[in-house]
């Protein structure tokens, strides 16, 4: 083992969060203007997280998006309790989520799943909703 000299360890560190402030999505009129922060950047950060397909684009890490192709054919029995667990998974990567709850799922037409939960985040709880085909 090597000894250190230089005193480095000796140090106190803080570790701070950075602001939320992203640019702003307009996803109707398909545009990114100006900016936002706080829960309106918390609900664009989940709008994100779950319309990004996990392995699928290089651009981000492993651990960014939501795994939901593999879910097409398999029996509603076995995606519901799946997703559930996937969306949890997805949106707790973000250390601004504290948790997920209060999870509803409707089947609004065959091989069709619609679930909508409750994320709570530090800057206060957002309802978000995802759409499957399965």
């Known amino acids: 083992m090597i000894p250190i000299t230089s005193g480095l360890l000796d140090r ?7 602001p939320s402030l992203t640019h702003w999505m307009d996803i109707e009129r398909k545009s990114i203007q100006g900016m936002t922060d706080a829960q309106d950047a918390m609900r664009q950060a989940i709008y994100k997280i779950l319309n990004t397909e996990r392995y ?8 960014y998006g939501i795994e939901t192709l593999d879910l097409y054919g398999e029996p509603v029995t076995w995606v519901v309790p799946e997703l559930e667990r996937r969306v949890r998974e997805a ?15 409707d089947f609004p037409e065959k091989r069709v799943v619609h679930v909508v939960f409750t994320v709570h985040t530090i800057f206060g ?4 909703e995802r759409t499957v085909r399965i």
Do not use: N
Not at 56 to 63: L, M, R, T, V
Not at 125 to 128: I, N, Q
């Open 12 to 18: 106190d560190f803080s570790i701070e969060e950075r």
């Open 56 to 63: 699928e684009y290089e651009i981000y890490s492993w651990d």
């Open 91 to 105: 949106l707790l990567q973000d250390t601004r989520i504290t948790e997920i709850s209060d999870f509803e799922f």
């Open 125 to 128: 709880e957002l309802k978000a």
